[in-house]
């Protein structure tokens, strides 16, 4: 018990893309709940946007925009909870965002199998995030899914504001036939009781091992090759009534294959940092603060999903820009 009381709780959050970890992430950076955070923010992509759409505050947050975190991260995840002990004091937790794309297997194995990861940290609770309107089909074709819900302690069913409560009743059935341990709790816009999130000692290593035997050493897994990310900036200003109308028509045309678009976006004669968020064809944004006065006011925009034009998604994003005069 005094070993485990020293060790620092880390809390892994996955959730496939779209399913609303950033606004999770978001809910248990802003609310006072008396804990300090050292957050670990990983994205699948060319451009890192997720460290713009986490919301300002005094936590560390480490932004690991190279790749999957459970593929080419391993490594550089030792080496950040390596380099996060250093700094002990500063911080009650370790919360660690994981790529929409991301096997968490990998990233549970890491408390395990590196000697000093397994002294100094131990993992508390892979918290899941599922996105009810689109769970049927996630399940369908993207057997990332599957394992973030298999793999699971304690799972949101997101979004319930889109779905009716036999459709909520018969979502549940299926996570339970995947998933018959974790503790499930519906919410809209993450809306989950910190409490029932954080220091709940709840991941079971030996309910993993009875799954999958082979847990410590199995070192293979992959991700669904027919998705790609592709990113994309634009030096001028954004005119948002472009923006509207091409974005609109793309998702209602292209939405099935977009799985998810993200960006940061400088509207024209606008001083504050806008933030574009869609999955499939539903899209919200809305303003998140002024840009830092040393920051480039470039827009960042980033789809994820199948079937990607690059050259055709490059035109159309860059013809959103204002004309150079009036830029």
Same mark, same amino acid.
């Given at each position: 018990?005094?070993?485990?009381?020293?060790?620092?709780?880390?809390?892994?959050?996955t959730?496939?893309?779209g399913?609303?970890?950033?606004t999770?992430l978001n809910?248990?950076?802003?609310? #006072?709940?008396?804990?300090?955070?050292?957050?670990?923010v990983? &994205? /699948?992509?060319? +451009?890192?946007?997720? $460290?713009?759409?986490?919301?300002?505050?005094?936590? &560390?947050v480490?932004?690991?925009? $190279?790749?999957?975190?459970?593929?080419?991260?391993?490594?550089?995840?030792i080496?950040?909870?390596?380099?996060?002990?250093?700094?002990?004091? %500063?911080?009650?937790?370790?919360?660690i965002?994981?790529?929409?794309?991301?096997?968490?297997?990998?990233?549970?194995?890491?408390? /395990?199998?590196? !000697?000093?990861?397994? !002294?100094?940290?131990?993992?508390?609770?892979?918290?899941?995030?599922?996105?009810?309107? $689109?769970?049927?089909?996630?399940?369908?074709d993207?057997? !990332?899914? @599957? &394992?973030?819900?298999a /793999?699971?302690?304690?799972?949101?069913?997101?979004?319930?504001?889109?779905? @009716?409560?036999?459709?909520?009743?018969?979502?549940e059935?299926?996570?339970?036939?995947? #998933?018959?341990?974790?503790?499930?709790?519906?919410?809209?816009r993450?809306?989950?009781?910190?409490a029932? +999130?954080?220091?709940?000692?709840?991941?079971?290593? #030996?309910?993993?091992?009875?799954?999958?035997?082979?847990?410590?050493?199995?070192?293979?897994?992959?991700?669904?090759?027919?998705?790609? @990310?592709?990113s994309?900036?634009?030096?001028?200003?954004?005119?948002?009534? %472009?923006? $509207?109308?091409?974005i609109?028509?793309?998702?209602?045309?292209?939405?099935?294959?977009?799985?998810?678009?993200?960006?940061?976006?400088?509207y024209?004669?606008?001083?504050?940092?806008?933030?574009?968020?869609?999955?499939?064809?539903?899209?919200?944004?809305? /303003?998140?603060?002024?840009?830092?006065?040393?920051?480039?006011?470039?827009?960042?925009?980033?789809?994820?999903?199948? #079937?990607?034009?690059?050259?055709?998604l490059?035109?159309?994003?860059?013809?959103?820009?204002? &004309?150079?005069?009036?830029?």
């Amino acid at each position: 018990m005094a070993e485990t009381s020293q060790q620092v709780p880390v809390t892994v959050l996955t959730g496939y893309l779209g399913a609303g970890k950033t606004t999770l992430l978001n809910r248990i950076l802003s609310e #006072n709940h008396g804990k300090r955070y050292a957050v670990v923010v990983n &994205e /699948f992509g060319e +451009l890192g946007v997720d $460290n713009d759409l986490v919301v300002d505050t005094d936590e &560390e947050v480490f932004e690991m925009n $190279n790749g999957c975190i459970c593929c080419t991260v391993r490594g550089d995840l030792i080496r950040i909870l390596g380099g996060l002990m250093k700094r002990r004091d %500063k911080f009650d937790g370790i919360l660690i965002e994981t790529t929409g794309l991301a096997d968490p297997a990998p990233v549970a194995q890491t408390f /395990f199998v590196d !000697e000093l990861v397994r !002294e100094k940290t131990r993992l508390d609770a892979i918290v899941t995030v599922v996105d009810a309107k $689109n769970l049927t089909a996630r399940l369908a074709d993207s057997p !990332e899914a @599957s &394992e973030q819900i298999a /793999f699971a302690d304690v799972i949101i069913l997101n979004k319930m504001d889109l779905v @009716s409560d036999a459709e909520a009743a018969a979502l549940e059935a299926r996570i339970r036939q995947i #998933n018959r341990f974790a503790r499930i709790h519906r919410a809209t816009r993450a809306g989950v009781a910190i409490a029932d +999130l954080l220091d709940q000692g709840a991941f079971d290593l #030996n309910r993993v091992l009875e799954r999958q035997p082979d847990f410590l050493e199995d070192d293979s897994h992959s991700h669904n090759e027919d998705v790609a @990310s592709m990113s994309f900036e634009a030096e001028r200003p954004i005119d948002p009534e %472009k923006f $509207n109308a091409w974005i609109s028509a793309l998702l209602a045309a292209q939405g099935q294959d977009i799985l998810r678009t993200k960006g940061i976006l400088h509207y024209a004669g606008e001083a504050r940092r806008f933030a574009f968020q869609a999955v499939h064809m539903m899209a919200d944004g809305d /303003f998140i603060g002024p840009w830092p006065a040393d920051a480039k006011r470039a827009s960042k925009l980033v789809f994820i999903g199948r #079937n990607l034009n690059r050259p055709q998604l490059r035109r159309g994003f860059l013809a959103c820009q204002v &004309e150079p005069a009036a830029a």
